[in-house]
């Protein structure tokens, strides 16, 4: 009976670690020879519960601890002071920071940009991604103006990085965080409603969760080892069968992952992932990923990127890592700014700027432009002609077809206000005006029949407007001229 029990427990024991579904962050695949090892030498419990620091303290050596990373991360911000900002996004359960280093020109300013963040360590026992986050923004802080890609990433986008989201998880040793949650299954599912409720996430999650709020990113990339690929979405289906489960940006996603896979050293000759790179679900489904969650209600592009086949490599294995990594790294971020089409968009009766959607036909997906500058970043696979429509209540959408090549593409566009109905002369003329006050103050003077110098006013405005429009546009065009050898258009 004894021996029947314990066998039932080895065999359940083993069966999760070899079923595909433990990871995302590849755990059947991190030296499984390992762990069987130990499961045969003595009590599984004991030895995981009570030796596991123990035997991984050879294994941190020569990796940051999180006190470290708190000084790397402050001694960056303070020798590339005037192009980074520092900043945490919340605290681990254990009261831990969540460190984020913001590198940009203008760092914690809003710019027509887009903006991109890295988020490694997400799973604590995969700590090669904190590592190279800290080399990848020490790098770019020295070859400003000296790298044409750091410059350009430096100039163009706002690239935010969290080196750690999980730091009692790294101090634990282990995937889980404090409250041993896998964090990479935390977030809302489109398909099973995990946890729902809010106040249950845990607060790295919650963090992370706050962040898409207040930062319009465009995309992203987090750090996990246990396999070589890159990885996108959708990363669950809604059968849980493991299949090639497609979201709507599909050929998006797979030209965004190949820019990582073909820039690494060896990730694209990968025999088990044709090109280095995976649908999530066809390698297996998970549900509460982070991933899918930045595309659904983020606006936002992001790949899980499993950047080595051993979780926790000698740290001397590191500096490769990083050679191999790094081109990967900031090809995926320039990819922002290199490919893809991009624009703002304007209103046509003053030139203000519009926050309106922009939607492409035959994807059912939109992507918002900015509120303070109404600039909008689609990101698109290359080598397709497209049709894309602005959209923004009370304004006549507008749709146009392109051809978009390897470069990217500016295109703006102006909306028209829909037609009012009539009688309503005076409405859309104050609009232009665009003071709320003033329009007030037409309608008295208005009230009081003062047609003749209403109708003179009516004129002044009119012209203003056609100048003001004029000259927003022009300075439009001259800046976006200025930034590149861009192909570019007004619609
Ligand atoms: C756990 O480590 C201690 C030393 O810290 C050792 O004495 C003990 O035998 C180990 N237990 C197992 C099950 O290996
Ligand atoms: C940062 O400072 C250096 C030297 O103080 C200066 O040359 C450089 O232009 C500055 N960069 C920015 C973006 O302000
Ligand atoms: C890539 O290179 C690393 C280090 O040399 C090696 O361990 C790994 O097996 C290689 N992977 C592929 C897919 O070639
Ligand atoms: C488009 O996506 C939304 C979810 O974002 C879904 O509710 C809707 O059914 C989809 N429309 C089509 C035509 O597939
Ligand atoms: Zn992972």
Not at 108 to 137: C, M, Q, S, Y
Not at 396 to 406: D, H, M, P, Q, Y
């Amino acid at each position: 009976m004894d021996h029947a029990f314990s066998f039932l427990f080895l065999s359940l024991y083993f069966s999760s670690l070899l079923h595909p579904t433990v990871a995302r962050g590849g755990e059947q695949r991190s030296k499984p020879s390992d762990y069987i090892d130990k499961v045969y030498s003595g009590s599984v419990r004991q030895l995981f519960e009570e030796n596991q620091s123990e035997t991984r303290l050879d294994i941190a050596r020569g990796y940051m601890t999180n006190s470290d990373l708190e000084k790397a991360v402050k001694a960056f911000g303070r020798r590339c002071s005037n192009i980074s900002r520092i900043y945490s996004i919340g605290k681990s359960v254990k009261g831990v920071p969540l460190w984020v280093m913001e590198i940009s020109d203008r760092p914690g300013e809003e710019e027509a940009e887009p903006a991109f963040k890295f988020i490694g360590n997400v799973h604590g026992d995969e700590p090669v991604g904190r590592e190279l986050l800290l080399l990848l923004a020490n790098w770019l802080c020295d070859n400003y103006m000296r790298d044409p890609l750091a410059t350009l990433i430096i100039e163009n986008v706002h690239l935010h990085i969290l080196p750690s989201m999980n730091p009692d998880g790294f101090s634990l040793r282990r995937r889980g965080n404090a409250n041993n949650i896998d964090l990479n299954r935390d977030f809302p599912d489109q398909f099973f409603p995990l946890n729902d409720d809010v106040g249950m996430r845990q607060p790295e999650t919650r963090a992370i969760m706050r962040w898409l709020k207040e930062i319009r990113f465009t995309a992203s990339a987090s750090l996990h080892g246990g396999a070589l690929v890159a990885n996108y979405p959708w990363d669950g289906t809604l059968d849980k069968r493991k299949d090639y489960y497609a979201c709507p940006d599909d050929e998006t996603f797979r030209f965004m992952a190949s820019v990582y896979s073909r820039s690494h050293n060896n990730m694209s000759l990968s025999k088990e992932f044709p090109g280095g790179i995976t649908n999530g679900a066809f390698w297996y489904p998970i549900y509460g990923g982070m991933q899918d969650w930045n595309y659904i209600h983020g606006g936002c592009f992001e790949l899980t990127l499993e950047i080595s086949d051993n979780k926790w490599p000698n740290a001397n294995e590191l500096p490769t890592l990083w050679e191999f990594n790094k081109m990967s790294m900031l090809n995926l971020v320039a990819s922002l700014v290199k490919t893809g089409v991009h624009g703002k968009i304007f209103s046509s009766d003053c030139g203000r700027p519009l926050p309106a959607s922009i939607a492409i036909k035959g994807i059912n997906y939109t992507v918002e432009a900015g509120s303070a500058f109404a600039d909008y970043h689609r990101l698109l696979a290359p080598g397709e002609k497209y049709e894309v429509m602005a959209t923004l209540p009370g304004y006549k959408s507008k749709t146009t077809c392109i051809s978009l090549e390897e470069k990217a593409m500016t295109l703006d566009f102006v909306l028209d206000p829909e037609v009012r109905p009539k009688g309503n002369l005076l409405q859309s003329v104050c609009d232009c005006s665009c003071d709320g006050k003033s329009k007030h103050e037409l309608v008295e003077f208005f009230g009081r029949t003062y047609l003749e110098i209403f109708l003179v006013l009516i004129v002044i405005l009119a012209f203003l407007c056609f100048l003001l429009k004029r000259r927003v546009l022009f300075n439009h065009l001259k800046h976006r001229q200025s930034v590149g050898p861009k192909r570019s258009g007004v619609v």
